[in-house]
């Protein structure tokens, strides 16, 4: 983390990009729907007039089905990759990668990103809304690894932490509180909290790929009932 990034001149100049420098270059911004890097201009503080803090969870389906968990800080969006998802029940722990911050813009996207691109494949806004750090110092809770939080979304509430085991892998935890629970929600709530669409109706809209298109209907279904016993009983 702390090494010094190696000389490439054939790489643009990204120092203008900061913490966006990673997003940037790994996509085509003529190719890909993705928003391109812009910084949040304001820093969002205790004296700004509103200082609530964007989170969002984006389910996508690339070559593996993950859902991007994401938490607004300092004009970015802070990202891990949390392949089952976020589980409300403070028994269950799920990892998270962590990934490249996106800007901010980002939790407006929903879409396919083409064959062949980076994170190719779709996208929907499973879950949004605000969270507000339990922790008093985010900066030094994120370099300790541990981050608490409570988040005030449409499916995702209450306390929460994001716990650091090593380099980029966290763990997602919920704290128990009267929002915990056993229920699985990427199975009870699949659909976009914007759009009310499954991933296959925004793959189709967005004119996927018939592979794309195939991928995201099958990550419609809930993992325990594309299990092979169950395969005959795909829901309608
Ligand atoms: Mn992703």
Redesign the pocket.
């Known amino acids: 983390m702390s090494t010094k990034p190696r000389r490439e001149p054939s790489l643009p100049d990204l120092s203008r990009y900061g913490r966006l420098a990673e997003y940037r270059a790994k996509r085509r911004f003529d190719v890909t729907p993705e928003p391109p890097p812009r910084l949040a201009r304001a820093v969002k503080t205790a004296a700004t007039a509103s200082p609530k803090l964007e989170f969002v969870v984006?389910k996508?389906r690339?070559g593996h089905l993950?859902y991007?968990f994401r938490l607004e800080h300092e004009g970015v969006m802070l990202?891990w990759?949390v392949p089952k998802g976020p589980a409300p029940d403070p028994a269950v722990k799920r990892l998270a990668m962590q990934?490249e911050p996106h800007p901010m813009d980002y939790n407006q996207f929903e879409g396919v990103i083409p064959e062949g691109e980076y994170?190719g494949g779709t996208?929907m806004i499973w879950d949004r809304g605000t969270w507000t750090p339990e922790s008093s110092d985010v900066g030094r809770a994120l370099a300790k690894g541990d981050l608490k939080f409570r988040l005030d979304g449409r499916k995702l509430k209450g306390s929460w932490v994001l716990v650091r085991t090593h380099g980029r892998q966290w763990l997602l935890i919920k704290h128990r509180d009267a929002h915990a629970s056993s229920e699985d929600l990427t199975a009870t709530k699949p659909r976009s909290v914007v759009s009310r669409r499954t991933l296959a109706a925004i793959a189709r809209a967005a004119g996927a790929s018939p592979r794309q298109l195939e991928q995201a209907a099958a990550a419609d279904v809930p993992r325990d009932a594309a299990a092979p016993a169950a395969t005959q009983h795909r829901a309608r």
């Open positions: 984006q996508h690339a993950h991007d990202s990759a990934t994170g996208v």
